[in-house]
């Protein structure tokens, strides 16, 4: 690298933000484009020698021109090149030990990219601060793409900036970089810099720094350079050298390769074969050379900047320069190369490479077969797959096939398109499954992806084909056990305890433990479903009884076992497994896997219930709020729940960010009946109320979550003081109460009856009657440990109890209120309860239990008559000539005098004091 960095002051400002942001807790993404040669390795390199200077780790990894060939090797490169206590760290992270040298692949156990992407995240937090640079970004393999798009979106407070660079020049219409760019560009997380070209008086300045030259030459340079950095450092070069200077960039780059001896040229175009770089043993060996004459070629080549040296090797000074001199290689001068190299190399992904290129197809077609299985080893999937579909297309072009293969081409697709889906492309798995033979096995997995892409009717369908076709008993399970999973949820649904007591018998006859376990979790869901909770409890302890050797079954046990615990109020024990799950997944790197979050939110939810606030509220600040896809909004919504009931100031920004996701369902219900509860105590029921309605309209009849989106329609129709929809709200929760999803009867546990009650309370509060009796069976039914529910309960029973006359009872209940909310330090159920306490004068002895009507002012008992006949603020206001604002004050103080909360209640008391008549 030569010369002082010139003309980017800009540009590296914003990189140094984004480092200093990392360095204060706040992670970044930077993505650095230009043409070849402007200059993004220049800026990149001034960046990681001013993150070294402030104490960051700096890891730098390069993707090379291998197409999906070496899954990850940026990381590796990255890893291996770090510092020792870096390289240390990783090693303790088996998934990515295993891309530093020696050491060999550790067997699956499942979900294998997850576990890598989670341990990565897991090294950047024990080393961090981190500054990861990951250069040529248009030549990522699938996997190193999808993990640059895994950390932009996961890394949010940790002290690590991830900087990309990349060829814009390179990027065409179809590249698969271009969609990356364009879903990371529209994260908040993410800053974008792009290198234009130098202008003229930079490019002076910037070529006065590579060494003397004269005005003339100066001049010629700049103008022919076009404000490439790179350009004008091979026209300097050239100059010096006494050349005449080429017209394009690449006859100038070979005009100096020209100048080197003949051993010289032999060494590097041999070089540009390899690729990058290139280790000095491999190179020597390739070249053919004496070793005295080819240490001579490499020293002329190294002096002249050609070539650097790096590591054990060699690395070209710039890819436009690798490029030149390989595409001006002949075309048997390349083939008897790469002949060379894969008759010497091992890596099979580099050998499939090589092999192809020197046309030698069966080797190859083996090559790629074994690169397959050793992607699939590392966590790679898509190239895996990829590796795979190339032996496939080579299939035919081979002869005895099958033989190298060691398997058939059947065995073959089946095994790409488990590898697709694997990856994330269950559409491409499906269809690639749908032209194989359909055995049980093809056909369960067809069944088992159809049904994780919904379409459950299609899935029943093949899964029962899958049963039909199996002919031992450990297919046959399995195609049980994902037949009776398709069928869970659909009209069919009461044949799945039948179906999944099959599969369990026959997958424990066979010894098939992951057909035992799919078994038994469907069956416990069936069985939760009609109310047996002991029942469900067993099956899922059964479950639990050992590992599966599949983490992601392992991990979904524990995960409904504890969801089971806590959905019947076993808050403790709920916990327990909790923990353990999430032990589970941590020490397997899966902290961000399906389950893996499954159970972090799920042990949120056991704090917040438990009234563990503090701890929910840490767990919450991991949730990130700047969200971009449907399940980093759905669990961004979970934090609401602490955040909305601590009235915490982040609530909007939040929000903010999920507004876009609230097409979805799960998403929708999460944030917006928070949302709604948020509007509730800032004074906009009528807001709330649309978000209420929004939910319900998305919801599937009979669901339970309608049972809680009812209770907060109510709430705010009650401040509303209307009845118009409270009919409807309290028949769609009772529709959940009593038929459920399925129409086989709803059973909920503790806190959904907790919540039904609390919808007759409040559809009767609505009307203006408060239920004494049914506020305190509200109050004892959230008692089974949900803290704030209960205490929000004691609030509406105090209330109901002022109104009818027990006011040293109402008091008593409206300090436990005080005394939670003040525990938990819920601001906004603890200004509502003040307010209350005001207007009901309580203090330590207690009061009267009326208001006499003298303590009305004769303007207050005016607007008392109209308030209880049903009109606004407005409509008073015109009544009485007044403006709406007295009246306003007017109803204010008139709901302080009589002790109650909401113009329906306001008019209730007034009627039974007799101040109506």
């Not at 798995?429 to 749908?434: D, E, G, I």
């Not at 709020?625 to 909007?652: K, Y």
């Amino acid at each position: 690298m030569n010369g002082l960095l010139v003309g980017r002051s800009a540009e590296l400002a914003g990189l140094l933000r984004a480092l200093s942001s990392a360095a204060d807790g706040v992670a970044g993404v930077a993505l650095v484009g230009g043409d070849a040669g402007i200059g993004k390795t220049r800026l990149a390199a001034e960046l990681a020698a001013e993150a070294r200077t402030r104490g960051f780790n700096v890891l730098v990894g390069q993707c090379a021109e291998l197409g999906d060939a070496l899954p990850y090797l940026p990381l590796a490169d990255a890893l291996r090149g770090a510092e020792p206590a870096v390289r240390e760290a990783a090693a303790a992270h088996p998934m990515l030990g295993q891309l530093l040298p020696g050491t060999e692949s550790a067997p699956s156990a499942g979900l294998t990219q997850q576990r890598l992407f989670g341990s990565l995240l897991g090294l950047l937090a024990d080393v961090q601060p981190v500054l990861f640079v990951i250069e040529d970004l248009h030549w990522a393999d699938r996997s190193t793409r999808d993990l640059l798009v895994f950390l932009s979106r996961m890394l949010q407070s940790e002290r690590v900036c991830v900087v990309g660079t990349y060829r814009t020049d390179d990027l065409h219409r179809r590249h698969p970089l271009r969609p990356v760019l364009a879903e990371l560009k529209r994260l908040p997380t993410v800053t974008s810099v792009e290198l234009g070209p130098l202008g003229a008086g930079e490019m002076a300045d910037y070529v006065a720094t590579l060494g003397e030259i004269d005005a003339q030459s100066l001049g010629l340079v700049v103008s022919r350079a076009d404000g490439n950095p790179f350009y004008a450092e091979e026209l300097h070069a050239a100059m010096a050298e006494g050349d005449s200077l080429p017209d394009e960039l690449a006859s100038l780059l070979l005009s100096r390769v020209e100048v080197l001896s003949e051993a010289g040229q032999q060494v590097l175009r041999a070089a540009a074969v390899a690729g990058r770089q290139v280790e000095d043993d491999l190179l020597r060996e390739v070249s053919g050379l004496p070793l005295a004459e080819f240490e001579e070629a490499v020293r002329e080549i190294v002096s002249r900047g050609l070539l650097k040296v790096r590591g054990h090797g060699y690395a070209f000074r710039h890819a436009l320069l690798q490029e030149a001199v390989y595409t001006d290689l002949l075309p048997g001068e390349r083939t008897r190369l790469h002949a060379a190299f894969a008759r010497l190399l091992t890596s099979p992904a580099e050998l499939a490479h090589h092999h192809l290129a020197s046309h030698d197809l069966a080797g190859a077609f083996a090559a790629s077969i074994e690169a397959g299985r050793a992607a699939e080893r590392v966590g790679a999937p898509a190239e895996a797959h990829s590796h795979y579909d190339r032996a496939l297309s080579l299939w035919e072009r081979v002869d005895d096939a099958a033989r190298l293969a060691g398997t058939s081409r059947a065995e073959l697709a089946f095994r790409s398109a488990v590898m697709a889906a694997d990856s994330g492309d269950k559409h491409r798995a499906v269809a690639q499954l749908r032209v194989l033979p359909q055995t049980s096995e093809v056909s369960e997995r067809l069944a088992y992806y159809l049904y994780e892409t919904d379409d459950e009717a299609a899935a029943a369908e093949v899964a029962e084909r899958a049963v039909e076709s199996a002919d031992e008993p450990a297919a046959l399970s399995r195609a049980m056990a994902t037949h009776a999973r398709t069928l869970l949820w659909g009209p069919r649904h009461q044949e799945v305890e039948e179906l999944a007591t099959k599969a369990l018998e026959l997958a424990r006859t066979a010894g098939a433990r992951d057909a035992e376990v799919g078994a038994l979790l469907t069956l416990a869901t069936s069985v939760e479903l009609r109310g047996d909770m002991h029942r469900a409890h067993e099956l899922v302890e059964k479950a639990m009884a050992g590992p599966t050797g599949d983490l992601a079954m392992d991990l979904r046990a524990r995960f409904h076992h504890a969801r089971i615990h806590y959905e019947q109020g076993v808050l403790e024990h709920a916990a327990e497994v909790a923990d353990d799950g999430i032990r589970l997944a941590s020490d397997a790197g899966l902290m961000w896997s399906t389950y893996g979050t499954d159970l972090r939110f799920l042990r949120f939810l056991i704090h917040y219930v438990a009234g563990e606030w503090d701890a929910a509220e840490t767990m919450a600040a991991g949730f990130g709020a700047r969200v971009g896809t449907v399940p980093e909004a759905i669990l961004s919504s979970f934090a609401l729940f602490v955040e909305v009931a601590r009235g915490l100031p982040v609530v909007e920004s939040r929000l903010s960010w999920l507004r876009p996701f609230w097409s979805d369902p799960l998403a929708s219900y999460m944030s917006r009946g928070l949302a709604a509860e948020h509007a509730l105590w800032h004074g906009d029921p009528a807001t709330a109320l649309d978000h209420v309605r929004a939910v319900l309209a998305a919801q599937v009849p009979g669901d339970s979550g309608n049972v809680r989106m009812a209770a907060i329609g109510l709430w705010a129709l009650a401040e509303l003081g209307t009845t118009e929809g409270a009919d409807e709200l309290r028949a769609q929760a009772r529709l959940a109460v009593e038929s459920g999803p399925t129409g086989a009867g709803g059973h909920l546990g503790p806190e959904g009856r907790a919540w039904a009650l609390r919808v007759e309370a409040e559809w009767h509060r609505v009307h203006g009657r408060l239920d004494v009796e049914l506020c305190r069976r509200v109050t004892e039914a959230f008692g089974y440990g949900f803290v704030y529910e209960a205490a929000r309960a004691r609030w509406r029973l105090a209330e109901a109890l002022l109104a009818a006359g027990e006011r040293h009872a109402a008091q008593a209940e409206w300090e436990q209120a005080r005394e939670a909310a003040g525990k938990l330090r819920a601001v906004p159920l603890e200004s509502a309860l003040l307010d209350f306490g005001r207007r009901a004068r309580f203090g330590s002895s207690g009061g009267q239990t009326s208001v006499p009507q003298g303590e009305l002012t004769a303007r207050e008992a005016e607007v008392l008559r109209l308030v209880a006949e049903g009109l606004t603020n407005r409509e008073i206001a015109e009544r009485l000539f007044i403006a709406q604002k007295t009246v306003s004050v007017h109803v204010s103080n008139i709901l302080g005098k009589l002790g109650v909360s909401t113009r329906t209640q306001a008019a209730a008391t007034a009627r039974r004091l007799g101040l109506l008549p």
